[in-house]
């Protein structure tokens, strides 16, 4: 573009800058749905991890004390601290006898809404794995 005294000036116009922000619109609209299922997935392996660590104790207090019942209660392991999981998944044990146990990670807050198709994990002394949602354990437990 020149101007009347002759000299060039160079800038953008308002269709090249509205061209911008509607691409830009559009990689927001893709990215920010296929981040937030990023952070869903990586935090139900995480509770995977952590279900395996509690399956893990649980099968050395059996070996220490002849069996797996701890009553209602688990020990605070890392994997289940505010830093790791613990703000998106609470992990408890029932089924607890001589012979049996099955540890739960129940989602709460954002992960429950996020992950709902997964809901709670579990997992059993003989390595069966569970899923309530509708998803199954096919659709949920990663291998």
């Known amino acids: 573009m020149k101007q009347s005294n002759g000299m060039q000036v160079s800038g953008f116009t308002l269709i090249e800058l509205m061209i911008v922000l509607v691409i830009i619109g559009i990689l927001t609209t ?13 935090r139900r392996a995480s509770a995977q991890a952590c279900l395996a660590s ?3 104790w649980m099968e050395r207090y059996s070996a220490t004390h002849m069996t797996y ?5 688990l020990p605070a392991l890392d994997c289940a601290s505010a830093q790791n999981s613990g703000p998106y998944y609470t992990y408890t ?6 012979s049996t ?14 992950d709902a198709r997964c809901g709670t994990l579990s997992i059993d002394q003989t ?4 899923a309530s949602g509708s998803a199954g354990v096919a659709g949920c437990w990663s291998r």
């Open 30 to 42: 893709v990215a920010i749905p296929a981040y937030s299922q990023y952070v869903t997935k990586s």
């Open 54 to 56: 509690y399956a893990t």
């Open 69 to 73: 019942n701890v009553g209602a209660t």
């Open 93 to 98: 044990v029932a089924n607890t006898t001589d």
């Open 101 to 114: 146990y099955t540890v739960s990670a129940t989602p709460t807050g954002n992960q429950a809404t996020a």
């Open 127 to 130: 390595g069966l794995r569970a």
